[in-house]
């Protein structure tokens, strides 16, 4: 194999410019027959690369880019989509750590498929260290970060370890208005890729990076309002695999305030009250086992579960208020793309309304 056939690009979006984590990734073994492009880019004016950095984007080990401003990391990858010309495509987060046989795992998938429209490789987290991040396993916003481990197919997967067919993206690119809110632009532009084709990306659980816990494992909220709000924007966007819910918590909140009125009909305002309070708790039992099924038998864990939830909530319903996508209210997206039915519930909903409708009457009668 030879030419460019044989190419590619590795994309590496980032804000730090930190040489712990690039030059472990741009120094990575890799397979002979093949070349590797690196591109780099800094999505941070004010940024200033390290003496290695520099030394390897003169010598034209890597290409190196600073944006002239924040453009967001889709736009961001759009820039280095636009300076490749690799028939492969492998985007990679600025501060995993990488198998040293990463590149090799993806060269074998692709010679062993050469016609896949691209692979999903294995983004492992450490073992949790605390109660928040207990809470980000036991809620499940680890998952699909793993999803090679689960699936030998998904039609798209997290860009801090994915590798795409360039003839297969074609001109389609990271959306900048998902770009700007900050989530939902590697479900988006994966979906999109796997609808044209009509063909799924192939998982490949050896090509294996670790990605450390974000903020260092401790609690904080802002990047899973910002995947809710992406949430929100793909509802429309993908309208035939949106299906209805029971209001989650932070809906329930809402409704219960519109709603007000009607219940003061039957309730005292402290009655009304404890209604409200009974929302976020009854989440939060529920949340205590589930958690403790895992394993997680820490109170905080749940606690920390809930407040995860709402913030994704949270962000969900005020881009649909603020972006005027109100009629979405109580809708969701099946994630994985299958046609869903119209009405979707499980067990823990079930619970949870029998519960609602039992203090309301406990409420209303006593």
């Known amino acids: 194999m030879s030419g460019i056939t044989d190419s590619i690009d590795i994309i590496i979006p980032t804000f730090r410019l930190d040489e712990q984590y690039l030059l472990p990734l741009i120094h990575l073994p890799k397979p002979g027959g093949w070349k590797f492009n690196y591109y780099i880019i800094a999505d941070n004016p004010n ?17 190196l880019f600073i944006n002239p401003e924040n453009r967001g990391p ?9 300076a490749g010309s690799g028939n492969w495509i492998l985007f990679l ?17 692709i010679k062993a498929q050469p016609v896949a429209i691209g ?10 260290v605390n109660a928040f991040t207990r809470a980000l396993d036991a809620a499940g916003l680890t998952s699909i970060f793993t999803i090679a481990r689960k699936k030998e197919q998904f ?5 801090a370890n994915i590798i ?12 900048p208005e998902l770009s700007a809110i ?6 988006d532009l994966g979906a999109r890729i796997s609808m ?19 903020n260092n494992g401790q609690p904080h909220y802002d990047r899973f309002t910002r995947y809710g709000a992406g949430m929100a924007m793909l509802l429309p966007r993908f309208k035939a695999f949106n299906w209805y819910a029971f209001p989650n918590p932070v809906e329930g909140l809402l409704l219960a305030l519109l709603c007000a009125p009607l219940f003061f009909i039957f309730l005292s305002w402290q009655k009304w009250l404890i209604l409200l309070a009974a929302i976020p708790l009854i989440d939060m039992g529920i949340n205590y086992i589930r958690a403790a099924g895992m394993g997680y038998r820490d109170l905080k864990v749940a606690y920390y579960m809930t407040l995860l939830r709402c913030s994704n909530e949270w962000g969900m319903l005020k881009t649909l208020v603020g972006r005027g996508y109100a009629g979405y209210f109580m809708r969701r997206i099946n994630v994985d793309f299958t046609r869903p039915r119209h009405f979707r519930t499980n067990r823990w909903r079930i619970i949870k309304l029998v519960i609602y409708l039992i203090l309301l009457s406990l409420l209303i009668f006593l």
């Open 74 to 82: 889709g736009e961001t990858r759009n820039t280095g989509i636009e």
């Open 196 to 214: 044209l084709h009509d063909a799924q990306f192939t998982c490949v659980k050896e090509a294996r990076v670790t990605h450390p816990w974000w």
């Open 119 to 128: 692979f999903i490789g294995l983004t492992d987290f450490p073992a949790p």
């Open 93 to 109: 987060d600025d501060d995993i750590v990488a198998d040293d046989d990463l590149l090799f795992r993806y060269a074998d998938a």
């Open 155 to 159: 039609k798209w997967g997290v860009t």
């Open 47 to 63: 940024v200033k690369p390290g003496a290695e950095l520099q030394r390897l984007a003169q010598e034209g080990v890597i290409q």
């Open 182 to 187: 900050g989530g939902g632009e590697d479900i």
């Open 164 to 175: 795409f067919k360039r003839s297969a993206l074609q001109d389609l690119r990271f959306s």
